[in-house]
């Protein structure tokens, strides 16, 4: 079944995924070797394209026929990819995507720089759409992305870190990217602000559901389905949802031993079993996937009003697929 | 004479410089404590407000009456801001406008995100603007901005820079920002597109002049005025003018001395003050004095076609202002 949804996801978007490589690949050509060379180390790793295609679709599902929702959507991807290159490098992490991070192959400064290029590189599409929402709308992104960034570095290794603070993280540093490319997607249709209002609930649903799966499969997945080891999260000192739960409920013995495993930066696999068992023992495993849940559903409530169609089928299952996927 | 042009020109914009700082205060308000005190630090450290002065003059100059100038001038000192907060980070310098710089008060990574905000900030202003021709000059700012630092950087240490590459690296890292300032104040105004272009290319010579005098005054210049040390480039191992064009007229002995200079990262006071009697002896202080000086006459020429007044005075005086500036 899980297999199935990311199939006929990729299916379904056959032709969309070619044209936005396509497209992703034309913008970047005629740009400096080095720039070119650091921005397709991530972008052509194998990215999911989710925000494209959360734009592209949002756009059709408002009706949308100006033929440019291929390249707008490429805004996106570059965005994130933007955000990608400057977050690995602010939490100096080693891996992306089961490859070295782009500041491993090049300097720090030369992936924060390239990073600064993508992030006008979306702006310059962006601009190109004439419609100073969308401008509005990416601001906003970007705004909010350094905050949540720069907050939840603040507050790495805090241990009363609390389930509204982490929410609030979660919703700068991930839910605003995926909202603002569904609700870009309306404003390029220029749909009603009601269905503008509408796919930007959903997206913001979407993508609290998809970190809070991020947020699970580093305590449930494998280094091989993930391309990194898991338990990234506490070698870090980020508290996240199974973790904030279990800590709440623990007894004071375990919650002890819990903190005391957070302070340790190298966790190594057997302390890291135990404290997995742990997240399962006080609930926080299960409460993140029920709250996960809770968005996807609310997600797909969104989409009521809009008629029966490909592109209502692929939302619904793209929100779906959010928390059932194992990358 | 020097102090006379400095001072008149603050006499003349008191009160725009008031404005100025109440809207760039204003703006900050609103956000997380930690990015407003790491943004503050450099934005209220004695800047001089050149950028936004270009474009409320550029504007005004252009019969602009609609009000917002001194609103939507922020953006250029917002976006200046976020590019020299990546710049120090990416140059790892010790200090800015003689106050340790911000990435030895915080961490890098709280820099560059801060960088980043400042940058969305910039953007959201320019949404307000309604005009996507201001935001397309502000995407490709950012972009030859990243792109001019990165080929920056990948140039270091290159003793066979030619003049072509340094001016291709300085109208990036320097001119395009001013000249999208004064730009951009024409397009506010909704000028002719014979009075934008002439603004463009005004700003674009200005700024050119002003990154010559800049890479002069590294040289002649003292401690007490720059507020770091002389000598940075050579430090550094950027190659600029003064130095590129005394190089391809030095005799081979003082040619190979020279680049013994630059190879070394610490250069003491006594072979700096020798190293700049090189370059006054084989021209290159007057070559870029001349060079810079031809650009400022050559902005002044654009502004031919515009009525005499205030604001066409106060472009004048900035751009002689470029040269004459001793900080």
Redesign the interface.
Known sequence: MKKDLKHRIIEMTKEDLEKIEMALLNHLNP??E??REIASHLLFSGGKRLRPLLMIHSARLCNYTGGFEIEFSTIFEYLHAATLL?DD???KADTRRGKKAAHIHW????V???G??L???S??I???????EI??V??????D???G???Q??KKGKLDLTEGEYLDIIEKKTAVLIQGACQSGAILAEASMEKQDALKQYGFHTGMAFQMADDLLDYTSTKEALGKTPGADIREGKLTLPLIHSLDNASPKDRTWMESIIADNEVSPEPFELFKEKLVKYGGIEYTRKYAQDHVEKAIQCLDRFEEGPSKELLCMIAGYSIERKV
């Open positions: 740009n400096l080095l720039v400057h490098v602010v939490d300097s720090a400064p030369k924060v720089l390239t600064d290029f992030l006008a590189l702006l310059d962006a601009a190109r759409t004439r419609q100073p401008i509005s990416i601001a906003g992104i970007t705004r992305m350094s905050q960034e720069i907050n570095l603040e």
